[in-house]
């Protein structure tokens, strides 16, 4: 066939340009995880709802049933170098300690002054509490203490992001909470960081209300202020902590029924999935994989580094627990790239 | 003028009682608290609800912050001769008594045992929590204590009304609480009682779901069923008591966020609704006053007997708190009257 002059050929070329840009358009208005490349994670996921969704189906799930559980750091959003949470800590620390000097010579608050980056990211999650709780919080009215994370929201840039901690949540895990709300689940955050702090940012970050915010929990008291009006202080008094069997105990006091379907990151969601995976109907369990040094991080079963350690690994894998892959699984990992 | 005989004038007297029977349909039908009386208590509960959702008003609150907290005991449901879920404990005791015979000869198991209501009535809060935590529920399985919920519930009778304890409550709050709920509040069940022994009920009473149910909190621990299924077990641990300033304490740890309208009927609801009062927006703080002998029970500050002191009756006057006669602001007490 003879082939047509460039010129020619232009306006067929740009009505077929045309119609596939269309069709491209509708395919992302009708994928409800755009962010998430075609594989066996998202492939689980859009299974799942549509089977605990399907009425007429063997695994329908009655709405109020469909509950699901997030975890915060490194499943939701950037955990490193540190929690965001601990980020909190550190700069509140710096104000506080000239209130108490002395505190800068006993640790875990000598390390954190120190500055030592490696030193700092080998404290324990008890040091971080103990940061958090004595120096931050302890003796402050909740009301302060909103105030305060509010600020440091509004102030406080991530080290490599150079982004504020509230624009580093993951686009991927933003459209699954959405997707699963908009199929009459309920998206719960089930998080080792503090119930108090996360919610002051999570309804704009999430889309998910203070009362469904599982957190660890200081004690508070309560007492009067100045005009004599009722108001809550915060506490060193741990009530508990949420994180490894402490998210199913946290998850029964608050919510009161098990998640049919929950995400981690950790060792520290095993029991939590583990819940999730005991309950009588439909459950999928999922948990990131942080593969990915060039557009996040890389720590979990594949450098051998950090808090999903290989043997959580190959029992998700015997287990047939969904592990994404941040590298393979997510094309895009942050809103605004 | 010269009245017209009987027979003729019936079928006038027919039509204008069948338009007053419509218009007093349409009455019921328009009205969404029937089982109130015109009186204060009503008129501020309507006149609270026209304000806070009336989007052009001063008084506007957005729906995300529209909540409600009930207590229960008194206030949603009978609670004399003893609290509901104390009867429970007291069968759920008689037959695990069997298991620990020398528990009879200890207090305050002993008195419980002895039968004698005078003395069983004046156990202490603390008591009771004793013989729920230490008998009835240390070291069962949580699925396992709901069983044992559910059971009693389907066979238990109220000793004097002989009716199943969830038909025992007050149609006017069930009102109140569905009249809310239509109008984009989220109502909670906040109560000394335990939150895991409500919630086996709240949802089919009450319409509250699980996860709005906050109450006293024993500590679970978590395991693995002979299956290798994860379990929780519950503890004889306190975590939090949910009553006087455990309320705004729990309010805040499994809410977190404060109610703009608190329903109570004892000193134990006081913090509670200080807690409310002291919130920036509109509020309503109302109390439940048991001055009914006759339909329920008479006690509080008219018959100087109860939980509701004359103090705390002096303080809810000067306050402007609403205080609730069942006996002038309810005509219907139960839905089977």
Chains 1, 2 share one sequence.
Do not use: C
Request: hydrophobic share 40%; proline share 6%.
């Amino acid at each position: 066939m003879k082939r047509l002059p460039l010129r020619h050929r232009l306006p067929r070329i740009a009505a077929i340009a045309a119609l596939w840009i269309v069709a491209a358009a509708a395919q992302a208005q009708t994928d409800p995880l755009p962010s998430w490349n075609d594989g066996p994670a998202k492939r689980a996921i859009v299974a799942f709802v549509k089977d605990t969704t399907d009425k007429a189906g063997p695994k329908y799930v009655a709405p109020e049933a469909r509950i699901a559980a997030f975890d915060q750091d490194g499943t939701t959003w950037v955990e490193q170098p540190n929690y965001g949470e601990a980020m909190f800590a550190f700069d509140q620390l710096a104000v506080e300690l000239d209130k108490h000097p002395r505190l800068k010579y006993i640790e875990p608050f000598k390390t954190v002054m120190s500055g030592n980056q490696a030193a700092i990211a080998k404290l324990t999650n008890e040091d971080l509490l103990k940061i958090a709780a004595a120096i931050t919080h302890s003796g402050m009215t909740v009301p302060q203490f909103q105030q305060n994370v509010k600020d440091w929201l509004a102030s406080a840039k991530h080290p490599r992001f150079h982004r504020p901690y509230t624009e580093l949540a993951y686009q991927p895990m933003l459209e699954a909470m959405q997707y699963l709300r908009a199929n009459g689940f309920k998206t719960y955050i089930v998080t080792g960081g503090g119930q108090d702090f996360v919610r002051e940012y999570a309804q704009q970050v999430y889309g998910v209300p203070p009362e469904q915010i599982v957190g660890s929990a200081a004690d508070t008291t309560f007492g009067y202020d100045k005009d004599g009006k009722a108001v809550l202080t915060k506490t060193h008094k741990t009530l508990f902590v949420d994180d490894k069997a402490g998210k199913p105990l946290a998850i029964h006091l608050v919510i009161g029924a098990r998640p049919i379907i929950a995400f981690g990151n950790s060792d520290g969601d095993q029991q939590m999935l583990e819940y999730t995976e005991a309950g009588d109907g439909p459950h999928l369990m999922l948990l990131v994989h942080h593969d990915d040094a060039t557009r996040e991080y890389a720590y979990g079963p594949a450098s051998k580094v950090g808090t999903f350690s290989e043997a959580m690994h190959a029992e998700a894998t015997k287990r047939g627990w969904t592990v994404i892959s941040m590298k393979n699984d997510w094309n895009r990992i942050f809103s605004w790239e």
